[in-house]
């Protein structure tokens, strides 16, 4: 069931959103508030790894696209309650801290059991625009959970739009491209 816009919940794009950017896309929201809203894609993966942008991170985990804004920034959504300067965005799912501490943590074997998405850019919108683009139906709103967040699914826009029944089951089965229907 569809629910409010807030800090840990999913966007998740119209299946006939005409925005390249976004197209099929679902969007972690990590900040809501006064100054706007602030999130990353969870399911544009690119061909490059975290080693590729830094040669001392010892990580070979695949960088995602998080939005257009910001291409050349570096984010990183994980499970890693005791990092500093990690924010909780959900229970046990923080986003950022100590980048130096990840890289050390990493190149000393310590995060065995933890989760990453390592993201480059992120997706914002000015304070009232995404409500206005909510109201428009470019976007419905989802409850989040770590399991989508860390899924690494090709088909997470389908699967969570589906699994909200009724008229998003029937959006979730829409063909990319509406001529051939």
Not at 82 to 104: C, Q, S, T
Not at 109 to 124: C, D, M, Q, R
């Amino acid at each position: 069931m569809p629910m409010n816009l807030a800090k840990g919940c999913l966007l998740i794009s119209d299946p006939f959103l005409p925005d390249p950017h976004f197209h099929r896309s679902v969007i972690l929201i990590t900040e809501h508030g006064d100054e706007g809203t602030h999130g990353f894609v969870l399911n544009h993966k690119t061909a490059l790894c975290v080693h590729d942008l830094f040669d001392d991170f010892e990580c070979e985990e695949n960088v995602l696209l998080g939005g257009p804004v910001g291409k050349n920034t570096f984010h990183f959504i994980h499970t890693l309650s005791h990092l500093n300067g990690a924010a909780e965005i959900l229970p046990g799912v923080y986003w950022g801290g100590d980048f130096e501490m990840l890289k050390f943590l990493f190149k000393e074997g310590l995060t065995v059991g933890e989760k990453f998405v390592f993201i480059a850019g992120y997706s914002g919108w000015s304070d009232g625009q995404l409500e206005e683009e909510i109201k428009e139906h470019c976007w419905i709103v989802a409850p989040g959970n770590a399991e989508y967040v860390f899924s690494n699914d090709k088909m997470l826009w389908k699967h969570i739009l589906s699994g909200l029944g009724g008229e998003f089951k029937w959006l979730s089965n829409a063909p990319e491209d509406l001529r051939l229907n």
